[in-house]
């Protein structure tokens, strides 16, 4: 080393260690400001604060790439082990370590070999935690009221699926605007199945978002690049954990997203979609019509047999007016016998009554009275049956069969004292038992 350079060595400026990694990271990331990379993705840390911390490795060199929280949520997915990805971003030194990384903006998956090695290791994870199970699948409701779409509202989709919905039975349909590919989509179509699933929700205007009973998630056709978003983890879980019945309508028939294996109905296209959500009206009510004929048909034949069967019957059954004619003779023979026992009944018994009566009247004491007999007794009408019971002093009275008259009791010779029987009242009753005078 000469003078001169000894000199100018001594002139050199002494810096600080800091001075120097802070000077060497404003230098990097103004040379690579902006920079695309690719490269296999090993070495994966995911912080608890959100950042992600990973290496780029190929063949001969590691890269250390950070994705910070504000962007992990997009490309989280993407950063999978072994996954060959391409990364946008800039490159920049972390001082405390004097070490370079690159700052990640944006991810995507390098080459559609390495999407579809992606999307079948997901796939696996998926189908081993039962997201795509049958059993889980909701039914279809045969004729929804409300149908929320998941779509962009400016494509072509929402167009062609209201269209079809016209032509086979309209009904009412809620939007939710989204994006369907690109950075924010996933977010943005996982954030819009979330929300359907908290309907109904009242509006600051008081009216009531009600929930609908069916969703369409639906996109057109693109590359499987394009339509990556549809793959995404979060969206497939979003799917599987909807209580509303979802219909995928993704891309064209030959694409298949992980989402068509949660959903409960998978269509080829999004006008599909629209055809297996409705039936067609047109076809409701001619089926209406001819199941109406043809119950009309049936009832008009069960009437007929009944017909038929109630005539049969009253083949066998008796003329109703000879039955009532013949118990209306029964009853005049019935009343006519009655008119005549009851009339017989009353001959007899008074024939019986006369008899009896002939009876009393030979065994009356009259007739000992013809035979010249006479009965003795007291004015309270007590018979005498011995001259002892004779009354001493009192008259008492003698009846004769033509006649009654009164005698005094006398001793010796004197004769009773007659009296004519047109003197006193005659009893009203000969037979009667009682006080013989009035």
Sequence with gaps: MNLEERIEEQNEPILSVSEVS???????????????????????????????????????SVLNAILWRTNAKEFD?????????????????????????????????????????????????????????????????????????????????????????????????????????????????????????????????????????????????????????????????????????IISAVGHETDTMLIDYTADLRAPTPTGAAEKAVPVQDEILLSLEQRGLRLKESLTRFLEEKRLQILSVERGLPNLGDILHLSEQRLDDISERLTWGFKTLLQNKASALELQSRLLETCSYKKVLERGFALASTKDGKVISSLKETPQKAPFLLSFYDGKTFVQKIEGEQSPKKTSPKSKKELKNPNQQGNLFE
């Design 22 to 60: 802070f000077a060497l990271k404003s230098s990097i990331e103004q040379i690579f400001s902006s920079i695309q990379v690719q490269g296999e993705v090993s070495t994966i840390k995911r912080a608890a604060s959100g950042h992600i911390y990973f290496s780029l490795k190929d063949e001969k």
């Design 77 to 245: 997915s993407f950063i999978q082990e072994g996954a060959l990805v391409v990364v946008k971003g800039h490159l920049s030194t972390f001082p405390g370590r004097s070490n370079y990384q690159m700052i990640v903006h944006s991810v995507s998956l390098a080459g559609e070999g390495n999407l579809l090695k992606q999307l079948e290791e997901l796939k696996e994870k998926l189908a081993k935690e039962g997201l795509f199970d049958e059993s889980k699948k909701k039914p279809i409701p045969f004729l929804p009221k409300l149908i929320g779409v998941i779509t962009s509202p400016s494509g072509a989709v929402i167009r062609d699926i209201m269209h079809r919905l016209d032509d086979r039975f309209p009904r009412e349909v809620l939007l939710y605007p989204v994006l369907v590919q690109g950075v924010g989509a996933a977010e943005q179509i996982t954030k819009a199945i979330e929300k359907f699933n908290t309907l109904p929700q009242i509006l600051p205007d008081g009216q009531t978002l009600p929930k609908p009973d069916l969703l369409i998630v639906a996109r057109g056709g693109g590359s499987l690049e394009d339509l990556w978003c549809f793959n995404d983890e979060r969206v497939v879980r979003a799917v599987s954990q909807s209580s509303i019945p």
